[in-house]
């Protein structure tokens, strides 16, 4: 935090049992949430589950969770390409 202090940012740092992560998560109860799981591959099932409802962040788009679906289920990998870069475009607008 001292780090952050020097150049103007305060906050406080609660470490929490796993559980009790999960439930404060669950319910979006938090300003904001610098620790999450880490993805360990590339796989778009796991780095877009992110923007996919439900999320930490409670951001909820029909479209972002309609084309999460399809490229999921998508057995061509140019398809589920083209299916995720559809996805990044959404969320860069």
Known sequence: MEQLKSIGISGTVSP???VVYQEMKLRLDY???AM???LDN???DGAARCFASPN???FVDPEIDRLFALQSQAIDPAERAR???QMELRLID
Do not use: F, K, W, Y
């Open 16 to 18: 929490q049992e796993a």
């Open 31 to 33: 300003h904001s949430m």
């Open 36 to 38: 999450t799981p880490t």
């Open 42 to 44: 590339a796989d778009p």
């Open 56 to 58: 930490e962040s409670g």
């Open 83 to 85: 299916l995720v870069r």
